[in-house]
C-alpha cells in the first residue's frame, strides 16, 4: 500500500514532541505527507497498515531504538525496500557506521538544517522509487536477480530467483533475509574481490546441471546487483530450438545471451567468429519479431522456464 493518491509520504519516528512538530512543519510545507510514530513499536504497527515512500528515525529512543526498530523493519520483506534515514545527536563514528550497518540509507545530525533534510529526502524517495521500478521490471520479464549488502545479506529478489534458491536449498524461506549456506559463501568469496564487477562463481546442481552467480554491479554505497543463471546448456538448447523454432546454432547463441553473455564471450563458448554470432542473432531478432537483444533475453528466459 502506498500514501494517499500520488502524495509523497514520510514516516517519523521520534519520541520527542518538539521534533516531531517541527519535523512535521517542515515536510507539510514541501507538500509532503507526514506520518508520525513515537516509538519503534508503534511504527511497526503502523507499518502493517501503510508503507511510506520515507522514514526518518531518531536513533536514540526509550525502549525500541532506531537501530532495532530499523533490523525489524529491514527483516520484512513487505518494508525491507523503503530508504530510512537516522536522525542522531550522537558523533562518535560507531553509532554512524551502526545506522548504514542495520540498513539506514543515510543520516542527518540534530539539530536537523531544514534544506539538507529536505534534499537528502527528495534524493532517497527518489532513488528509493527507481529502485522499485526497477526490480518491477526485472520480475516481469522473468530475470533471476538479487541484491545484496557488501557483507553478502540478502536485501531483495526476484520471484525466479527465490524460486530458484528455494530448489536448491529446501527449506529456505525469503523472510530470513539471508542467504542459504550453498550460497552464502560464493556470494562472500564474490564481494571480497577488489575488483567485483563482472565476477563469476559456479556451484553445482545435483542433477540438474549448475548456477552460475554473476555481479552486475554495485549500485548503491552497499548494495551489489547479482544475477543468477541456471546452466544446463543441453536442457535449455533443446527447449529453445523447440519452442522458438530455431536452428541449433541459433538456439545455443540464444541461450548464452540469456546467460547475459556479450558476443565476444558468446564467440569463445562456441568456437565461432564475433562476426558470425551477430549473424545469428539478426536472425533470432527476425525469428522473435525483436529489435533489441534484452527483448530476445526476455523472450529466451520465459521459454526455458515454461
Known amino acids: 500500500m502506498q500514501g494517499p493518491g500520488r502524495t509523497d509520504t514520510v514516516l517519523v519516528i521520534d519520541d520527542e514532541p518538539d521534533t516531531l512538530r517541527m519535523l512535521t512543519a517542515v515536510l507539510e510545507g514541501a507538500e509532503i505527507a507526514v506520518l508520525v510514530a513515537t516509538s519503534g513499536n508503534n511504527a511497526l504497527?503502523?507499518?502493517?497498515?501503510?508503507?511510506?515512500?520515507?522514514?526518518?528515525?531518531?536513533?536514540?529512543?526509550?525502549?525500541?531504538?532506531?537501530?532495532?526498530?530499523?533490523?525489524?523493519?529491514?527483516?520484512?520483506?513487505?518494508w525491507a525496500q523503503v530508504p530510512i534515514i537516522f536522525m542522531t545527536g550522537l558523533t562518535e563514528p560507531e553509532h554512524v557506521v551502526e545506522a548504514f550497518e542495520v540498513g539506514g540509507v543515510d543520516?542527518?545530525?540534530?539539530?536537523?538544517?531544514?534544506s539538507e533534510l529536505l534534499a537528502r529526502v527528495r534524493v532517497h524517495m527518489a532513488q528509493g522509487r527507481a529502485m522499485t521500478a526497477s526490480a518491477a521490471s526485472l520480475d516481469a520479464t522473468g530475470r533471476q536477480m538479487l541484491a545484496t549488502d557488501r557483507s553478502g545479506n540478502l536485501v531483495w529478489c526476484t520471484p525466479g530467483a527465490e524460486d530458484t534458491i528455494a530448489r536448491i536449498a529446501p527449506g529456505w524461506n525469503r523472510a530470513e533475509q539471508s542467504l542459504p549456506l550453498s550460497l552464502r559463501d560464493p556470494v562472500a568469496n564474490l564481494l571480497a574481490r577488489e575488483d567485483f564487477a563482472g565476477a563469476t562463481a559456479r556451484l553445482d546442481i545435483r542433477g540438474a546441471g549448475s548456477l552460475e552467480l554473476v555481479v552486475v554491479a554495485q549500485y548503491r554505497e552497499n548494495e551489489v546487483l547479482i544475477r543468477l543463471n541456471e546452466v544446463n546448456p543441453?536442457?535449455?538448447?533443446?527447449?529453445?530450438g523447440e519452442r522458438l523454432r530455431l536452428t541449433q546454432r541459433e538456439a545455443e547463441v540464444l541461450l548464452w545471451v540469456s546467460y547475459g553473455k556479450a558476443s565476444n564471450?558468446?564467440?569463445l563458448v562456441l568456437e565461432i567468429s564475433p562476426r558470425t554470432v551477430q549473424k545469428h542473432l539478426e536472425r533470432i531478432y527476425e525469428k522473435l519479431g525483436v529489435e533489441t537483444?534484452?527483448?530476445a533475453a526476455a523472450i529466451a528466459i520465459r521459454a526455458i522456464g515454461q
Not at 46 to 75: N, S
Not at 108 to 114: E, L, Q, T
Open 45 to 78: 504497527d503502523l507499518l502493517t497498515h501503510i508503507v511510506p515512500d520515507l522514514i526518518l528515525i531518531d536513533a536514540v529512543m526509550p525502549g525500541l531504538d532506531g537501530f532495532e526498530t530499523t533490523l525489524r523493519i529491514k527483516a520484512n520483506p513487505a
Open 234 to 240: 543441453d536442457r535449455d538448447v533443446a527447449r529453445l
Open 265 to 267: 564471450d558468446i564467440s
Open 293 to 295: 537483444r534484452s527483448a
Open 107 to 114: 543520516y542527518v545530525r540534530k539539530p536537523v538544517d531544514h
